[in-house]
């Protein structure tokens, strides 16, 4: 049996078990997906533990941008961006990948987004993944918003690196008039509804957090109308991707029955 796994701390609520496991008995395939609590001071063991008994594992808060420094080799674009969430073991040598950033491209290409201006909430590891892709897809300009205003400076380093203007703004500021609102922190959108969506004229949000029922800033952008993408579709896409990596290409399941699956998960434990 091949085993595979997520790692993060505190990691309290993660739907990427189910998510992967379902993927594995419709492909008939002999594996296991676990999550493993992992804490920075535990991570370099870890590592190690890795290269002989797992076949890969994924990444989450708060470790996508240290364990880029721990392993051996970095796809070009996640040594661009420094954040990686999902390993791959060849022989005892990890391989890093960023599987989140093709998730949030293919998401905003499915919803027609031809790269018009963005507000980001969050400076970590997935708004690393966030710039690279809004990158890709032509978009030039963008706002950061986050509490550590240091860290929000060095994501528009990384934007600048990539063509992207890139300028921190702060709370109660004057946003412009972004076309997307990103929320690339794991708070649910708090933040994010805190900035009246309505005064802020954004068409489109993409919610990277997710919980058992809606985050209150998707629930206030379908209220309003917006183009909502969730983070139970960022979540199945980018898993998905890392599957593919793992045990080699498949077209079924997609990703609407993935996510039609994990709904259905979410909406029996609320009840």
Known sequence: MRVFGLIGYPLEYTLSPQIHNYVFRRLNIDADYVPLRVTSKRLPHFIEFARDSLNGFNVTIPHKVAVARLIDELDDDTRAIGSVNTVVNNEGRLIGHNTDYLAVKDSLLARGYGGEEALIIGAG????????????????????LNRTRERAVDLCKLADTLG?????????????????????????????????????????????????????LVR?????????IDGIEVLVRQAIEADKLWIGGFSEPGVEEVVKFIRGITKSSGE
């Open 164 to 216: 992207v203007n890139c300028s921190v703004t702060e709370l109660g500021s004057d946003y412009g008039k972004p076309h997307l609102l990103v929320n690339a922190t794991p708070i649910s959108g708090e933040e994010a509804w805190m900035l009246n969506l309505g005064k802020l004229e954004v068409s489109m949000i993409l919610d990277m957090a997710y919980g058992p029922s809606d985050t209150e």
């Open 125 to 144: 590891g997935a708004a690393r993944a966030v710039v690279l892709a809004l990158s890709k897809l032509g978009c030039r300009s963008i706002k950061v």
């Open 220 to 228: 206030r952008g379908r209220e309003l109308g917006l183009t909502v």
